[in-house]
């Protein structure tokens, strides 16, 4: 079974950084494809970020390019994606998600801020921006 533990949310200033993690577990870590989602209070479920196993293949939402950055790294029983965000904005603030799913690399790129896109999925970190 699949499983994807997200860590590293908490509050910030505007201006400042958090790192989130997300570690997948499991068979075979089903992770060719992993993304953060975020949803804001009262508003839908958006894509910000995805990355493929090829580590250098990645996809932003134009609202946190140039500020965030993602990443993966691999261990003997798990992978590990990180999302660094710098310069947050109170817009920032939401639940933060992970997903990740076995697709192609096109279809992960093409695809990869749809949340239909993914089968697995974390149970979230907040993050909260204050002014």
């Known amino acids: 079974q699949v499983r994807l533990v997200e860590s590293g949310g908490g509050s910030v200033q505007a201006g400042g950084s958090l790192t989130l993690s997300c570690e997948a577990s499991g068979y075979e870590y089903s992770s060719d494809c992993m993304a953060w989602f975020r949803q804001a209070p009262g508003k839908e479920r958006e894509g910000i970020a995805a990355?493929?196993?090829?580590?250098?293949?990645?996809?932003?939402d134009d609202s946190v390019s140039g500020r965030f950055r993602i990443s993966r790294t691999y261990a003997v029983t798990a992978v590990t994606m990180r999302l660094q965000m710098n310069d947050l904005k109170p817009e920032d603030t939401g639940m933060y998600y992970c997903a990740s799913y076995d697709i192609p690399r096109e279809r992960c790129l093409r695809e990869g801020g749809a949340e239909e896109t993914f089968a697995y999925w974390g149970q979230g970190t907040q993050v909260t921006v204050s002014s």
């Open positions: 990355i493929y196993r090829d580590r250098t293949s990645t996809i932003f």
